[in-house]
């Protein structure tokens, strides 16, 4: 815990008697309160000046005042996780919680660390199991360690815990500079009984590695935001998320992937809507056409296999089409072979009659 963090603490379990100028305010509601608190959010200083106009208040302003702690470290989150269970009545209240890497400052200016902090399955069971009412969790810029298989007889999971959002933002396995298996990031998901939101933003994951997987997860929503993959690698990404997400447990996907012609494989698309997401109500792909498109594109048996048509409570769909484009001065072969019109035509008849908002984005 930093100093300024102490201060807040201090702070907030003491009870300092109200100002002449604060005098009548604690008699307005406690709903008014708790909903002006609750707007605030991170306003750390403002719910601190609150906390100190009565008692009642300062009850009130504790559970907005720790519900949002984001905690920053060079190395890992032992003395975090040992203040937690050595503040009961704090933790209590956390309901998202940001684990990060501390940047040092050097003449104003931030430095990347050589050394990120690490986090496995082990050190995050033990940081959230004393935060019962922890909704979000975003962990950034961490190294990720791979998890052995557990005996049968331990207990390595929380599985009477949920949570509604997990973010994966610009983590790494532990050497500087490799690509994180996905298999390791899934490892870690699976210590939930289930996620609400599994998000991977800037992240590197070109291959699974099926033989580490503890055991398959239970994600209502999956979202990817600039996922890099190397090439032909797209379809290692759609097995993978076939193989380790519970069947027909998904109810949206969201993929925003780079690097990789996803239009040339419908198939691998497919199967994973069949078996994860066949009772989705969102589905929301970037089809990354290269050039030349291919003879059959413009064809509907040819987009017959992304299996949309298995989709029985498809809601909204949205299909974001990306083609390079043509440079000037660039021979016909690198021109598409059918206009870009027919394939969106072929796209949609496919369109389950279940949907009700269609995005078509070119």
């Not at 504790?62 to 009961?88: G, P, Q």
Request: glycine content about 4%.
């Amino acid at each position: 815990m930093t100093t300024r963090e102490e201060h807040v603490v201090h702070l907030a379990n003491s009870n300092i008697p109200p100002s002449p100028e604060a005098r009548g305010i604690y008699r307005l509601p406690i709903e008014l309160l708790d909903l002006v608190l609750h707007n605030l959010r991170e306003d750390k200083p403002t719910i601190l000046a609150c906390s100190q106009v009565s008692r009642l208040w300062h009850e009130v302003a504790l559970r907005h005042l720790f519900a949002f702690l984001k905690i920053a470290s060079r190395s890992d989150f032992v003395e975090f996780r040992t203040f937690l269970h050595a503040n009961a009545d704090i933790a209590r209240h956390v309901r998202k919680l940001e684990l990060k890497r501390a940047q040092t400052s050097f003449m104003g200016h931030y430095k990347p660390q050589d050394k990120l902090p690490a986090i496995g399955r082990a050190e995050l069971r033990d940081l959230v199991a004393p935060l019962p009412r922890l909704q979000e969790l975003h962990l950034h810029e961490l190294y990720l360690i791979d998890s052995p298989t557990p005996a049968p007889t331990v207990t390595d999971d929380l599985p009477d815990r949920t949570l509604e959002k997990l973010t994966f933002e610009r983590c790494r396995a532990r050497a500087p500079g490799r690509n994180t298996p996905l298999a390791t990031i899934l490892n870690l998901v699976s210590v939930f009984a289930s996620v609400g939101t599994l998000e991977l933003v800037s992240m590197r994951t070109p291959s699974f590695m099926p033989s580490r997987l503890i055991r398959t997860v239970r994600v209502r929503t999956v979202v990817t935001r600039d996922i890099s993959l190397p090439n032909n690698s797209v379809t290692e990404l759609y097995t993978a998320l076939r193989g380790s997400l519970v069947p027909g447990y998904l109810r949206s996907l969201d993929l925003g992937c780079a690097g990789d012609p996803t239009a040339r494989y419908p198939g691998s698309f497919g199967q994973l809507v069949h078996s994860a997401a066949r009772r989705a109500l969102h589905i929301h792909i970037l089809l990354f056409m290269s050039i030349p498109l291919g003879r059959l594109e413009h064809e509907p048996r040819y987009w017959h296999k992304l299996n949309l048509h298995a989709c029985t409570s498809l809601r909204s769909l949205a299909l974001e089409i990306s083609v390079p484009p043509v440079r000037p001065g660039a021979d016909t072969m690198h021109t598409p072979h059918v206009p870009l019109a027919r394939v969106c035509v072929a796209l949609l008849t496919h369109i389950p009659p279940t949907v009700r908002i269609l995005t078509l984005k070119l």
